[in-house]
């Protein structure tokens, strides 16, 4: 008992998702007796589920990945049937994988927008009614706490990240691609390297909409292109309301072109949507890439300069900075001069 206290101490006095995950695996991994513990996110593209490994406790030890780098190189669910009928079904599976001589329990991480990801548990023999209860407990207790941090960290309108955590979570990405580990390193052949994008969007002529119709019709055409953005974008994209009627999107893309087809499918969306009362809302978007050696002021600022393009140019479209930059349509933005003055 004592011992599964010490476990529930350590994992709650982290504020950080993927400690969070390697605390709840390595905690599995000691209760259970596991030869292996595994922690898989599950990725939903148009052509179908993918896995992701995360988190790994074995006896080499544990590795995992925050929540802004890559994890391994994400598999279609159908390559493990396993995982595929926890993830179909949302129930715990077990197979005997009489090869290797052990058994595979699948747990789902169930949230209400469907399965999160699928914690793996590999034992020597099927885990018993206890040692399931104590999966299943700590699978509870992480739910539960993903859900307090998640509410600290929500913006109380739309349910998207607030703008506190987000020159956290812009700093952890910077953090990542300015120290890629070996891992990420032998992952970044050019076809398949992933960049993070930031997109800003701004709402078209937010204040007619309020001036017209008033503050709550302003706020529930808010709220509504949150629940369009979230739809729109894939779940690994980071989502964000950063103030006001302006909005950020942190993808992870190998093109550009992936970006500009992500963000035009929003954008469309949006323009087909039809707000109750109002009618057709639109949205501008500026993007760029973000740079290892960026500071969090020059990305949006170049984000930024994109949108203001946008919005010249008629509003309801997309701007990308670099492809600005390069047409000749703006000049580079100029670097702050460090020098600080102190009042
Ligand atoms: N309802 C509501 N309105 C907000 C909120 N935050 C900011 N606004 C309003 O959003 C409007 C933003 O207007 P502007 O920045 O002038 O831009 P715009 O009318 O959207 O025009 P463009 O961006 O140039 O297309 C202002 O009227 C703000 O009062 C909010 O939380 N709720």
Known sequence: ??????????????????LLEAGVASALFELVKAKEVN???????????????VTHVGQDGLRFNSEFEPGSDPVPVST????????????????HDEAGGVFVHCFPIRVERGVLGVLEVICAAPLDDDDLGTAEGFLGLYRNYLNLLDYSERDTLTGLRNRKTFDENIG??????????????????????????????????????????GHLYGDEVLLLLARIMRQSFRQQDKLFRFGGEEFVVVLRAATEAEVHRALERF????????????????????YTMIKPEDTIPEIVGRADDALYVAKENGRNQ????????????????EQPSGDIELF
């Open 318 to 333: 997309l701007a990308n900075y670099e492809a600005l930059l390069a047409e000749g349509m703006i000049s580079v933005r």
């Open 172 to 213: 952890k990405i910077l953090g990542n691609i300015a120290r890629p580990t070996d891992d990420d390193k032998r992952r970044r052949r050019p076809e398949d390297s992933h960049q993070h994008w930031l997109a800003v969007v701004d709402v078209d002529h937010f204040k007619r909409v309020n001036d017209q119709f």
């Open 267 to 286: 954008r469309r969306a949006v323009e087909d949507y039809n707000f109750p009362q109002i009618g057709r809302v639109t949205a501008s978007i500026g």
């Open 80 to 95: 493990r049937p396993e995982m595929q009928a926890c993830v179909e079904a949302a129930q715990i599976v077990r197979r």
């Open 39 to 53: 922690l898989y996110k599950v990725q939903s593209e148009e052509s179908g589920h993918f896995l992701e490994r």
């Open 1 to 18: 008992m004592i011992h599964v206290l010490k476990h529930v101490e350590s994992i709650t006095q982290h504020r950080d998702r993927s």
